[in-house]
């Protein structure tokens, strides 16, 4: 059964899907939400659990429509033309439950010079067997602006398959930046699959950050497709591997018209019996486009060990501290040029 609640009759009485919201609540927490931020009028909020949208808030200038599917819920969310939104939107979306799927169809339209971000928490944190799967279509409009930033939390099993796949289209002006960051607890398997193109003077920032353990998989796959006159992409990507994790980045960055200028930006850590792999592919389609890549795989800076070593950090916490310093991404000069 799929429940919608206005908010603001969400507090009137104690209805049978209470403790299912509490716990939603109690999830997105974990996964780095502030649930006093759902309570704020002035917030648009849309909160699912499995197939069941728990609540869903709008503000002028965002609209929402979601209807259940058989394991998930399909999802609609539209920005008016030259609508600014003040606050970010906050999504929330998890499984309560050990076991379980949850299937999100989600198409989000930024209409013509719109301006919005986007805040969203994915939290399974009793997983022992979910999968949560994520079919995206985004649409940023001409001179619109998206931000869009994911955290999630995968509880401590490893039993969760994350399998995001999203493609983008960004209008002629047009910004559209994204965050994924999956750095808390057991990651399970991820496969990240973005896809996005760029028309004239777009502008596309990604950035990944992953940290797996045990028997983690991550699996990084990013194609930006520069297709208009001075379009600029950026890849970065930051992955940490320990124990017997692996890791496998593969990004495409294409350059197809005068003045495209992208750059793909990788670093991986690699501890104890982990493998990391960094496959890159430029692609550049006309003489006045560039494209650029750098990438950087291995262990922990010696020095930074030896000094966290010197304080009294046993080994495992001194390389923790380094690999979760290294994973916010501290940028110092890979700012695009507009």
């Known amino acids: 059964m799929n429940t919608v609640v206005d908010r603001k009759h969400a507090t009137a009485q104690r209805p049978s899907w209470a403790d299912e919201m509490a716990a939603m609540l109690e999830a997105y927490q974990q996964a780095g939400g502030e649930p006093a931020a759902l309570q704020l009028p002035q917030v648009a909020t849309l909160v699912v659990s499995a197939n069941t949208v728990l609540m869903s808030h709008e503000i002028p200038g965002i609209h929402f429509h979601a209807e259940p599917l058989e394991n998930g819920v399909k999802a609609t969310i539209q920005v008016e033309p030259n609508a600014k939104i003040e606050h970010p939107v906050h999504l929330c979306f998890g499984v309560i ?183 890159p592919l430029v692609i550049v389609r006309d003489d006045q486009a560039q494209v650029t890549h750098e990438a950087a795989i291995g262990s922990v800076n010696r020095k930074e060990l030896e000094a966290l070593l010197a304080r009294g950090l046993d080994e495992d916490e001194a390389v923790d501290l380094i690999i979760r310093g290294m994973i916010p991404i501290r940028e110092k000069n890979k700012k695009l040029m507009l």
């Open 97 to 279: 439950p050990a076991e379980g799927i949850q299937q999100i169809v989600a198409t989000y339209e930024i209409g013509e010079g719109a301006e919005v971000q986007f805040l969203a928490h994915c939290s399974f944190p009793n997983a022992v067997k979910v999968q949560h799967l994520m079919e995206g279509t985004i649409h940023v409009g001409k001179r619109a602006s998206m931000t869009y930033t994911e955290e999630h939390f995968h509880g401590q099993t490893g039993g969760v398959e994350v399998l995001p796949r999203v493609k983008v289209k960004v209008d002629e002006g047009g910004r559209f930046n994204t965050t994924f960051a999956l750095t808390r607890g057991r990651i399970g398997k991820m496969v990240f699959d973005y896809e996005v193109e760029a028309d004239d003077h777009a502008v596309v920032e990604m950035t990944t950050k992953a940290y797996g353990h045990g028997e983690d998989e991550i699996i990084v796959k990013e194609i930006v497709h520069l297709n208009g006159n001075k379009a600029r992409g950026l890849t970065r990507t930051r992955v940490a591997v320990r124990e017997n994790a692996r890791s496998q980045v593969f990004t495409t960055m294409e350059g197809n018209a005068p003045g495209a200028r992208g750059h793909m930006d990788c670093t991986e850590i690699v501890r104890d019996q982990a493998v990391a792999q960094n496959t």
